[in-house]
C-alpha cells in the first residue's frame, strides 16, 4: 500500500511516500526557518506564501526519490490540525485536489498522532499500548495511546508549549530562532548553577511560563554579568525534570510499561537520556524517535496517515470535498 503525504502546518513544507505505513520510500523537507529567522520567529502570512511557492516541487521531487508515478498511490494524507490555518490550507487544498483528480481516497490526519507515529518509523516492532510524551513548540501533553487511533490525553500544559519555551527563553538571551536546538547546545556547555522554580498540580498537567518568566527576571536583573551557558543548562535541566516526572507519575497510574518520546523537543539530547535512564531504573521500555523525524515533516504524518486507513478513517474524495483546515484541532477525546 502506497500512500503520499502532505503536511504544511508550520514553517516545514514536506512531501513524503510511505510502503504500508512504515517504510518510508520518500521524505522531503523544505525548510523556511532562514526566511523566518530574520523576524525571530514564524511569520504566519510568509509561511503560508512559501507553501504555495514550493509544494508542487516539493510533492515531484517525492515521487522521483521514490521512483513512482501518481498512478502508483492508493490515498493522499494530509496534515488538517492543529497548526497555522493558512499554512495549514495550502497542505488541505493541495491533497484535495490531488485526491480528486487521481480518484483516490483522502485521510485527513492530526499533527500530534503524525508526531507520535515518528516512533513506528523509527521503531519497526513498536506497537500501542504505551505513554506518549508529546512535546512540541505548541504541545506539551501526555497522551495515553491505546491503540493506533485510540488517544486519550491525561495532562497538558496549562500556558505555554515547552519548545515554546524554549524558543522565548533562547530569544530574551538573544540565541536566535528556533531557540531549542541553541539553548540545548550552550547548556551543553554550562553547568546548573542558578535555581529555577518547577510547577507541580495535583494532576499530571505541566506549566512552563512561571519558569520562563523567572529566566527572563534574572537575565534582566543580572544583564551583562548573566553566564548564558548555565543559565541554559539551569532552565533545561528544571524543564526535563518537570516533564519525566510527570511522565513517571503517568506511567505508574497508568500501569503501563512501554514509554514513548515525540515531537520537536524530543531531539533535545538530555530530555532523550534522562527519559531513558529513569524508565530503565523503573523497568520500563522507553523508544525515542531517529533524530530526523523529532520536528515536522511528512513521513510521520505518512504513518500516522496509514494506521487511518487502515482503520477505515479514510475518505472518498467527493464525500470529503468540504474538508477544511483545523487550527486548534483536539486529539482524542
Ligand atoms: O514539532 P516541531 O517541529 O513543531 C511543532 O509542531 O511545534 O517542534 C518545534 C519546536 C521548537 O520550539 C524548537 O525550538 C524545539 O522544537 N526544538 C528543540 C530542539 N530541537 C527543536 N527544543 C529543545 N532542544 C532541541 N534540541
Ligand atoms: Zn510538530
Redesign the pocket.
Known amino acids: 500500500m502506497l500512500g503520499l503525504t502532505i503536511e504544511s502546518?508550520?514553517d516545514?513544507t514536506s512531501v513524503a511516500i510511505l510502503e504500508d505505513g512504515r517504510n518510508v520510500r520518500a521524505n522531503i523537507v523544505a525548510t523556511q526557518i532562514d526566511i523566518h529567522k530574520m523576524y525571530g520567529g514564524v511569520v504566519p502570512e510568509i509561511a503560508s506564501r512559501e507553501h504555495i511557492s514550493s509544494i508542487s516541487q516539493v510533492v515531484e521531487e517525492a515521487l522521483q526519490v521514490a521512483k513512482i508515478n501518481f498512478s502508483d498511490l492508493d490515498y493522499i494524507g494530509v496534515t488538517y490540525g492543529p497548526?497555522l490555518i493558512g499554512a495549514l490550507l495550502v497542505g488541505v487544498s493541495y491533497a484535495k485536489a490531488l485526491a480528486y483528480s487521481l480518484n483516490i481516497p483522502i485521510v485527513p490526519t492530526h499533527?500530534i498522532e503524525g508526531?507520535i507515529a515518528a516512533n513506528y518509523i523509527t521503531h519497526k516492532d513498536l506497537e500501542p499500548e504505551f505513554l506518549a510524551l508529546v512535546?512540541?513548540?505548541?504541545?506539551s501533553h501526555l497522551i495515553h495511546v491505546k491503540d493506533y487511533t485510540d488517544f486519550e490525553v491525561i495532562g497538558k500544559t496549562r500556558d505555554d508549549?515547552?519548545?515554546?519555551a524554549?524558543?522565548k527563553v533562547?530569544r530574551t538571551l538573544g540565541l536566535g530562532y528556533?531557540?531549542?536546538?541553541e539553548?540545548?547546545k550552550r547548556a551543553s556547555e554550562g553547568k546548573p548553577t542558578y535555581s529555577l522554580p518547577k510547577t507541580k498540580f495535583d494532576n499530571l498537567d505541566f506549566s512552563f511560563s512561571g519558569i520562563k518568566t523567572a529566566v527572563i527576571n534574572i537575565a534582566h536583573k543580572e544583564g551583562s554579568n548573566l553566564r548564558v551557558n548555565d543559565m541554559c543548562a539551569s532552565f533545561?535541566n528544571t524543564v526535563c525534570e518537570e516533564l519525566v516526572d510527570n511522565t513517571m507519575k503517568a506511567m505508574n497510574i497508568l500501569n503501563l510499561n512501554k514509554v514513548v518520546l515525540a515531537?520537536?523537543?524530543s531531539?533535545?539530547?538530555h530530555?532523550r537520556h534522562l527519559l531513558s535512564n529513569e524508565a530503565k531504573k523503573m523497568g520500563y521500555e522507553c523508544f525515542v524517535p531517529d533524530l530526523k523525524y523529532?520536528?515536522?515533516n511528512a513521513a510521520m504524518i505518512g504513518s500516522a496517515a496509514y494506521y487511518n486507513f487502515i482503520s477505515g478513517k479514510k475518505y472518498n474524495i467527493e464525500d470529503k470535498l468540504d474538508l477544511n483546515a483545523v487550527a486548534n484541532l483536539n486529539i482524542g477525546k
Not at 512535546?135 to 504541545?139: K, Q, T
Not at 508549549?161 to 515554546?164: D, L, N, R, W
Open positions: 502546518s508550520c516545514e497548526g499533527h508526531h512535546v512540541s513548540g505548541g504541545h508549549a515547552v519548545g515554546e524554549f524558543d533562547a528556533p531557540g531549542g536546538p539553548v540545548s533545561e515531537g520537536g523537543v531531539a533535545n539530547l530530555l523529532c520536528t515536522d
